[in-house]
């Protein structure tokens, strides 16, 4: 079993800044991508970013160029720098982490959401 424990939301005045962590814990083989992904209310739930363990990094079109996402794999936790924050960054933002386990199965672990609000 893992457990995923984010941290960092809150509310941001618009173009301000926010970083969100996700640790991992639990027995596992290792983490192959953390994610971080938002759902905003009435929309359906998006990628934002993601990081493999080779730090190869995909992101959403709205945060690029905006959003860094990074990770540390000695201590099992990913990273979102989130800079030039806008109103419509507002949602709960979710950690994923693609975890291979000691029975070399893949299972997808989720964060139980951090509230990110941007607004004056």
Request: glycine fraction near 10%.
């Amino acid at each position: 079993q893992v457990q995923l424990v984010e941290s960092g939301g809150g509310l941001v005045q618009p173009g301000g800044s926010l970083r969100l962590s996700c640790a991992a814990s639990g027995t596992f083989f290792r983490i192959n991508v953390m994610g971080w992904y938002r759902q905003a209310p009435g929309k359906q739930r998006e990628l934002v970013a993601a990081i493999s363990v080779g730090d190869s990094t995909s992101y959403g079109y709205s945060v690029k160029g905006r959003f860094t996402i990074s990770r540390d794999n000695a201590k099992d936790t990913v990273y979102l720098q989130m800079n030039s924050l806008k109103p419509e960054d507002t949602a709960v933002y979710y950690c994923k982490a693609v975890v291979v386990t000691n029975s070399l199965d893949t299972l997808d672990y989720w964060g139980q959401g951090t509230q990110v609000t941007v607004s004056s």
